[in-house]
């Protein structure tokens, strides 16, 4: 039951963080132009990474 249920926060997880990774695209891309970059991307793979260790 927990592993259904951590199974089921982690995909949560991902899906909000691919939402938060577009609507940020201006601001990233802004923020580029300036010479920053935004770190969206390791979030992005640091969460991927635990969603797939879940998989059977």
Do not use: D
């Not at 939402?19 to 969460?47: E, S």
């Amino acid at each position: 039951m927990i592993s259904r249920v951590y199974h089921a926060t982690l995909f949560a997880l991902y899906q909000l963080c691919i939402v938060i990774g577009i609507v940020a695209m201006p601001l990233a891309i802004a923020a580029r132009q300036a010479g920053l970059t935004l770190p969206i991307h390791r979030v992005l793979a640091n969460v991927e990474e635990a969603y797939e260790a879940t998989q059977p």
